[in-house]
Protein backbone atom coordinates (compact mmCIF):
# COMPACT_ATOMS: atom_id res chain seq x y z
CA UNK A 1 0.00 0.00 0.00
CA UNK A 2 1.68 3.62 -0.62
CA UNK A 3 2.44 5.57 1.77
CA UNK A 4 0.47 8.78 0.13
CA UNK A 5 -2.78 6.41 0.55
CA UNK A 6 -2.43 5.58 4.31
CA UNK A 7 -2.26 9.35 5.02
CA UNK A 8 -5.05 9.99 2.88
CA UNK A 9 -7.31 7.26 4.41
CA UNK A 10 -6.19 7.59 7.63
CA UNK A 11 -6.79 11.19 7.64
CA UNK A 12 -10.47 10.68 6.50
CA UNK A 13 -10.89 8.16 8.90
CA UNK A 14 -10.18 10.35 11.91
CA UNK A 15 -11.40 13.32 10.25
CA UNK A 16 -8.50 15.90 10.30
CA UNK A 17 -8.37 19.00 8.41
CA UNK A 18 -5.27 20.15 6.67
CA UNK A 19 -4.38 22.23 9.49
CA UNK A 20 -4.56 19.28 11.61
CA UNK A 21 -2.11 17.40 9.13
CA UNK A 22 0.65 20.80 9.15
CA UNK A 23 -0.13 20.52 13.15
CA UNK A 24 1.15 16.57 13.18
CA UNK A 25 3.68 17.42 11.06
CA UNK A 26 5.24 20.38 13.20
CA UNK A 27 5.01 18.19 16.21
CA UNK A 28 7.58 15.71 15.03
CA UNK A 29 9.66 18.45 13.96
CA UNK A 30 8.75 18.42 10.23
CA UNK A 31 7.62 21.79 8.62
CA UNK A 32 4.85 21.55 6.12
CA UNK A 33 2.51 24.03 4.19
CA UNK A 34 -0.96 23.95 3.35
CA UNK A 35 0.37 23.61 -0.25
CA UNK A 36 2.81 20.45 0.58
CA UNK A 37 -0.02 18.73 2.45
CA UNK A 38 -2.07 19.03 -0.30
CA UNK A 39 0.48 17.46 -2.68
CA UNK A 40 0.68 14.58 -0.23
CA UNK A 41 -2.81 14.33 -0.50
CA UNK A 42 -3.01 13.91 -4.35
CA UNK A 43 -3.50 11.18 -6.44
CA UNK A 44 -0.13 9.66 -8.27
CA UNK A 45 -1.21 10.56 -11.67
CA UNK A 46 -2.27 14.41 -10.56
CA UNK A 47 -0.05 17.74 -11.26
CA UNK A 48 1.88 18.59 -8.22
CA UNK A 49 1.88 14.87 -6.79
CA UNK A 50 4.51 14.87 -4.26
CA UNK A 51 5.13 10.61 -2.99
CA UNK A 52 5.64 10.43 0.46
CA UNK A 53 8.41 7.86 1.91
CA UNK A 54 8.77 5.97 4.84
CA UNK A 55 10.11 8.23 7.01
CA UNK A 56 8.00 11.25 6.14
CA UNK A 57 4.93 9.05 6.78
CA UNK A 58 6.37 7.71 10.66
CA UNK A 59 7.40 11.38 11.63
CA UNK A 60 3.66 12.26 10.29
CA UNK A 61 2.01 9.19 12.47
CA UNK A 62 4.59 10.35 15.02
CA UNK A 63 3.12 13.74 15.26
CA UNK A 64 -0.62 12.39 15.05
CA UNK A 65 0.80 10.40 18.38
CA UNK A 66 1.47 13.11 20.31
CA UNK A 67 -1.46 15.55 19.31
CA UNK A 68 -3.23 12.44 20.38
CA UNK A 69 -1.79 11.12 23.46
CA UNK A 70 0.41 14.27 24.29
CA UNK A 71 4.32 13.95 24.05
CA UNK A 72 5.85 11.32 26.30
CA UNK A 73 7.76 12.42 28.93
CA UNK A 74 11.51 10.82 29.63
CA UNK A 75 11.71 9.38 33.35
CA UNK A 76 14.66 11.17 35.68
CA UNK A 77 17.97 9.60 34.98
CA UNK A 78 16.44 8.20 31.33
CA UNK A 79 17.37 9.81 27.68
CA UNK A 80 14.09 10.86 25.74
CA UNK A 81 12.45 7.93 23.68
CA UNK A 82 13.12 8.10 20.18
CA UNK A 83 10.51 7.12 18.12
CA UNK A 84 10.78 4.49 16.66
CA UNK A 85 12.19 4.66 12.65
CA UNK A 86 10.23 3.05 9.57
CA UNK A 87 11.58 0.96 7.57
CA UNK A 88 10.73 -0.97 4.52
CA UNK A 89 10.97 -4.23 6.38
CA UNK A 90 7.40 -5.01 7.35
CA UNK A 91 6.20 -1.43 7.27
CA UNK A 92 2.35 -2.23 7.33
CA UNK A 93 2.83 -3.62 10.95
CA UNK A 94 4.75 -0.69 11.85
CA UNK A 95 1.97 1.62 10.41
CA UNK A 96 -0.41 -0.39 12.27
CA UNK A 97 1.32 0.15 15.66
CA UNK A 98 1.17 3.61 15.03
CA UNK A 99 -2.46 3.94 14.76
CA UNK A 100 -3.01 1.60 17.75
CA UNK A 101 -0.71 3.66 19.94
CA UNK A 102 -1.95 7.07 18.53
CA UNK A 103 -5.79 6.38 19.01
CA UNK A 104 -5.30 4.31 22.51
CA UNK A 105 -6.83 1.26 20.79
CA UNK A 106 -6.97 -2.07 22.83
CA UNK A 107 -6.86 -5.03 21.05
CA UNK A 108 -10.69 -5.18 21.71
CA UNK A 109 -10.95 -2.28 19.62
CA UNK A 110 -8.85 -3.79 16.56
CA UNK A 111 -11.04 -6.35 16.33
CA UNK A 112 -14.21 -4.61 16.11
CA UNK A 113 -12.86 -1.89 13.27
CA UNK A 114 -12.14 -5.26 11.82
CA UNK A 115 -15.51 -6.28 11.86
CA UNK A 116 -16.82 -2.90 10.46
CA UNK A 117 -15.04 -3.82 7.27
CA UNK A 118 -16.04 -7.49 7.57
CA UNK A 119 -13.13 -8.98 8.51
CA UNK A 120 -13.15 -11.35 11.49
CA UNK A 121 -10.19 -11.80 13.20
CA UNK A 122 -9.13 -13.63 16.33
CA UNK A 123 -7.29 -12.25 19.51
CA UNK A 124 -4.49 -14.08 18.87
CA UNK A 125 -4.10 -12.99 15.19
CA UNK A 126 -3.99 -9.57 16.58
CA UNK A 127 -1.84 -9.57 18.69
CA UNK A 128 0.65 -11.49 16.02
CA UNK A 129 0.64 -8.52 14.04
CA UNK A 130 2.34 -6.72 16.91
CA UNK A 131 5.14 -9.02 17.71
CA UNK A 132 8.39 -8.49 16.34
CA UNK A 133 9.31 -9.95 13.14
CA UNK A 134 11.61 -12.92 13.34
CA UNK A 135 9.76 -14.10 17.01
CA UNK A 136 7.13 -16.86 17.23
CA UNK A 137 3.59 -16.41 15.98
CA UNK A 138 4.79 -13.38 13.76
CA UNK A 139 2.09 -12.21 11.39
CA UNK A 140 3.01 -9.89 8.41
CA UNK A 141 0.32 -7.30 7.86
CA UNK A 142 -0.86 -7.12 3.79
CA UNK A 143 -1.22 -4.29 2.36
CA UNK A 144 -5.14 -5.81 1.87
CA UNK A 145 -5.13 -6.02 5.57
CA UNK A 146 -4.20 -2.57 6.50
CA UNK A 147 -6.46 -1.51 3.56
CA UNK A 148 -9.94 -2.81 5.24
CA UNK A 149 -8.56 -1.68 8.91
CA UNK A 150 -8.42 1.76 7.42
CA UNK A 151 -11.56 1.39 5.82
CA UNK A 152 -13.11 -0.15 9.14
CA UNK A 153 -11.81 2.63 10.42
CA UNK A 154 -13.34 5.38 8.99
CA UNK A 155 -17.15 3.38 9.17
CA UNK A 156 -16.34 3.16 12.75
CA UNK A 157 -15.32 6.80 13.43
CA UNK A 158 -17.51 8.43 10.89
CA UNK A 159 -20.68 7.50 12.00
Do not use: H
Not at 8 to 37: C, L, P
Amino acid sequence: MNNNDVIRRFRYAIDMSDNQVIKAFKESGVTIDKEGVQNLLKKDEEEGFVKCNNRLLGEFLDGVIILKRGRQEAKPGQAPKKPEVMTSNNINNQILKKIKIALNFKTEDMIRVWEKADIYISNSDVTALFRKKGTKNYKECLDKFLRTFLKGLAEDTRK
